[in-house]
Every structure is written in C-alpha cells, then in structure tokens.
C-alpha cells in the first residue's frame, strides 16, 4: 500500500506502523498523513555526514552535555506529527530507555533535496518552532552552498540569517561552525 493510500494516523500509530516497514523505507508524519521520503543523493548524504561531525566535534570540544543524531531518531512534534530530520542536537542528561524520537531538541539541521525543499522550508519550520526547546533551524541548500539560519532568540522572535562563508554561531549551547561546505 502506497503512503497515500494510507488512512490517517496518530503518532503512535504511526510510529508502530514505521517500524514493520522495510528498513530501505523511510517515511514522516506530517499533520497525520504519511509522507515517503525519497532515497538520498551522494551529495546530501556527505552533507549530512560533514555537517553532523561538525556539530559533535565543536560539542565534545567544549565539553557541553549534549549529543548530534544524524538521521534515524525523531522528533515528535505533536500527535499528528513525527518529522525524521537530517541532523539533530539534543542537550541534557541522556533521556530513559532506548527511544525512538525526541520532543526536546535544541538545533535541528535539514539538507534540502529536490523532494523536500517546500516541505523543509515552509511546514517544517512551522512545526519545528512549535517545540519550546528548538533554538536553531538550519536549512542547507547545496546547490548555492548557502545555510539558511533561523534562530529563536530569549525574547521568542525567530531571527533569520543567510551564511554562505565564515562562520556560523549556535548561542546556545555556545557552539561555532566553520568550513560548513567542507
């Protein structure tokens, strides 16, 4: 059965459903409907993997209590919601158990892909800021080389800034990324 052809789901269901799927199939709940997501280019996925060593280099560097995720740990949005992104940091003591997805991230890093650019930049930045722990949403659009910074500041205002060189700073948790494109 398509992902469209699938009724609506919570995301419990939704979760219980994703793990009987093929491991080679990826899949986000958006809204509760189920949305595929496409195989992955070699560009995006050395992104993924640059940008993610990044972030746990500059962590571990300043000995901050907070771990980068590339792909595969979710964020549970709300009930209806269940977004996988590309790259994810989470700060704090380590949660119980051996989850599957998160609520509480801190930077939540997406590489854009023909198949997810609208839904990166439009409903993902929506939903993600619906999370009161996000400070950081980095949208990272290869093909220019550019990272399109969104930033909730104390006040709750998201800020947004365009870097294409030098370096690109995450207060908190008190991080600088350089070289960002490798």
């Known amino acids: 059965m398509s992902a469209s052809a699938l009724p609506r789901m919570t995301a419990d269901e939704f979760i219980a459903w994703a793990m009987e799927q093929p491991e ?3 899949y986000e709940l958006v809204a509760g409907e189920v949305v595929a997501m496409a195989p992955e280019r070699m560009t995006h996925v050395r992104t993924k993997f640059h940008l993610a060593r990044l972030l746990a280099n500059a962590l571990e560097a300043k000995e901050l209590p907070c771990e980068a995720f590339v792909e595969g740990l979710g964020i549970r949005v709300d009930d209806a919601t269940f977004f996988i992104p590309d790259i994810l940091v989470r700060c704090g003591p380590p949660p119980a158990g051996d989850p599957l997805y998160i ?3 801190l930077i939540v890093v997406e590489v ?3 198949s997810s650019r609208s839904r990166d930049t439009n409903r ?3 939903d993600y800021f619906r999370l009161p722990s996000l400070r950081h949403y980095l949208i990272v659009a290869t093909d220019i080389r ?3 910074h969104h930033q909730r500041d104390e006040a709750g205002t998201i800020l947004t800034r365009i870097v294409r060189d030098g370096a690109l700073r995450l207060d908190p948790p008190g991080i ?3 070289d960002m494109f490798g």
Request: aromatic residues 0%; glycine residues 0%.
């Open 146 to 148: 550019t990272v399109i």
């Open 176 to 178: 600088e990324l350089r």
């Open 112 to 114: 854009l892909s023909p």
């Open 103 to 105: 609520d509480d991230p």
């Open 124 to 126: 993902k930045l929506s």
């Open 24 to 26: 080679t199939e990826h």
